[in-house]
């Protein structure tokens, strides 16, 4: 469904991304691994168009989409929730939602995606009138996915969701996601430093170094890989 | 006590027209982070506007008024969406100083090709609306002074419901808050920023007309003055802050107004930049701004 490669980005003179190339395939969820600074928001920040590379090309349901401006790359179904979450602070969480759903017209659409959003995250629908900037950093989190799926999208990129939130809350964010995946069919991609976690709901994964990939294949193998495990899993014993 | 409320109703006429511009600079910098100083300039055209339509409609009627003050907020909202596009977008992504230069350069521009196409001589506004002197209570009162007052206010609760009710005004406030969250969720950032000049523009529009009706001579240097005075305004409330920019302007114009009338009336224009260095010590965020730690 989506394909990207050889991707080469910069940030002036420093070189984020050398030669990235993946693809996910419809239906998926797919995690990109790797430590701070590997390029992993970086990516997802090409793709989604707030930034331009300087070589290599991104694919969409079999569309050139690289040069394309970011708000005609959310038009054709692909939806980025960024890293840090960035809901609209002084906006009520209505407000953000319907934000979320900019891009549609058919209000009985909108209204229906606002009951799907309220299934997932129930939490939201209690908290409509209150301004996003003063939801806990979960619930902001919440927030940035229920925004993010107000537009229907067909691939969901994710930026850490788990950043910054308690060990229970990001269980059930996970459940959430896999669920999305599950009942709505929609591609996702994750990225994450929480490896473990991230290997666990995925069926494939990435993994980014200093701006290449340098390992891949589906998740229940490098669960498995010591070198992985020696690196991003905390090096326990396998099992 | 009648003086006192004739000096106030003079200040909030001045005043609502100060607010009218002020909107303006504060919409612009919520959107851009820049102050626009030709914005001051499109309020001269706007006066100018009024006064070639004015020649072209019955005097002294309502909706003759009414007829050129639409006019000239259209034409301004076009003036103020092709600078934009000629003159800032180019610019996107490039320091601050740089577009705060090319605004001062636009704004010079306007006031001398204004002086090229108009001339340099003061004109005289032409009476656009019907004129009477009312008198409620003791109070003696122009008809003009009250037509200011009442547009001023139908236009910032327009405004308002634009900004605060509307899809492209939501839009607009998701700009201001955070520009790569909004594109993110498929708003065009630039169709977003160039309705916000359109609009600013025309509020201006309205501000020139309504100020030329209260000190009716014209030219093309006559955005100066006001301009600052607004931008004073938009900074004293709260720069980017929409309900800031409103009450800073009637403040403004009511203490101007009111040190005018005093013994200290020769210091009326010196208030404006006594207030701006007292906001800049004490409360640099203004009255309802508050400072956002801008995030990295
Ligand atoms: N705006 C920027 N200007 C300059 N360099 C940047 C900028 N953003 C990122 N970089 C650099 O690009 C590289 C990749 O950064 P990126 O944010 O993509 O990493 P990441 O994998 O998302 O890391 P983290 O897990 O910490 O979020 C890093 O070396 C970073 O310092
Ligand atoms: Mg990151």
Do not use: W
């Amino acid at each position: 469904m989506l394909t990207v490669s050889d991707l080469h980005v910069s940030y002036g003179a420093i070189n984020a991304l050398s030669g990235v190339s993946f693809t996910i395939p419809q239906g998926a969820i797919v995690t990109l691994i790797g430590g701070n600074g590997a390029g992993k928001t970086t990516t997802l920040r090409t793709i989604s168009g707030l930034l331009r590379p300087r070589r290599g090309s991104v694919t969409f349901r079999g569309e050139d989409i690289t040069a394309l401006p970011a708000h005609a790359i959310v038009a054709r179904g692909l939806c980025h929730v960024p890293e840090g979450r960035m809901v609209f602070a002084n906006l009520s969480v209505d407000e953000n939602l319907a934000m979320g759903a900019y891009l549609l017209r058919d209000r009985e659409r909108i209204a229906r995606n606002r009951e799907f959003v309220f299934g997932i995250f129930p939490r939201l629908k209690e908290r409509l009138r209150q301004t996003a900037g003063t939801l806990s950093g979960g619930e902001q989190q919440m927030l940035a996915i229920g925004r993010a799926l107000m537009g229907d999208p067909a691939f969901l990129m994710l930026d850490e969701p788990s950043l910054g939130i308690a060990p229970r809350l990001i269980a059930t964010i996970f459940e959430k996601i896999v669920e999305i995946n599950r009942t709505q069919g929609l591609t996702i991609l994750l990225v994450e430093q929480n490896a473990n976690l991230a290997l666990e709901v995925s069926a494939g994964a990435y993994v980014l170094e200093t701006g290449r990939v340098v390992m891949q294949g589906p998740s229940a193998q490098l669960r498995d890989d010591p070198q992985l495990r020696a690196t991003y899993l905390g090096g326990g014993p396998v099992g | 006590m009648t003086e006192f409320l004739q000096q106030l109703l003079n200040g909030l006429s001045l005043g609502a027209i100060y607010a009218l511009i002020a909107l303006g600079y504060t919409m612009v910098y919520g959107v851009l982070r820049f102050i626009n100083f030709a914005h001051s300039d499109v309020f001269m055209i706007g006066a100018f506007a009024g006064y070639y339509l004015g020649q072209r409609v019955p005097a002294g009627t309502l909706a003759g008024g009414l007829a050129v003050m639409a006019g000239a907020m259209v034409i301004c909202a076009v003036l103020g969406m092709a600078i934009e596009r000629l003159a800032y977008r180019p610019l996107r992504g490039a320091p601050t100083l740089n577009v705060l230069i090319t605004a001062i350069g636009v704004s010079l521009f306007l006031q001398y090709t204004g002086q090229l196409i108009f001339g340099a001589t003061p004109r005289t506004f032409p009476q656009l609306f019907p004129a009477a002197r009312l008198s409620i209570g003791p109070l003696s009162v122009s008809s003009n002074q009250l037509l200011v007052i009442a547009v001023a206010l139908v236009l910032m609760i327009a405004l308002q419901l634009i900004v605060f009710r509307t899809r492209i005004g939501t839009a607009m406030r998701a700009v201001s808050l955070n520009p790569n969250a909004a594109r993110l969720v498929g708003v065009n950032n630039d169709v977003v920023i160039s309705f916000t000049f359109g609009l600013g523009s025309a509020l201006a529009a309205a501000g020139g007309i309504l100020y030329a009706m209260n000190y009716p001579s014209i030219d093309p240097l006559m955005g100066v003055m006001p301009g600052l005075k607004a931008f004073v305004a938009a900074i004293l409330g709260g720069i980017g802050n929409i309900p800031g920019a409103a009450l800073g302007g009637l403040l403004l114009g009511t203490v101007e107004t009111f040190v005018g009338g005093s013994a200290f009336s020769t210091y009326k224009d010196a208030i404006a930049f006594a207030i701006l260095i007292l906001i800049l010590l004490l409360r640099p965020a203004g009255l309802l701004g508050r400072f956002v730690a801008e995030k990295v």
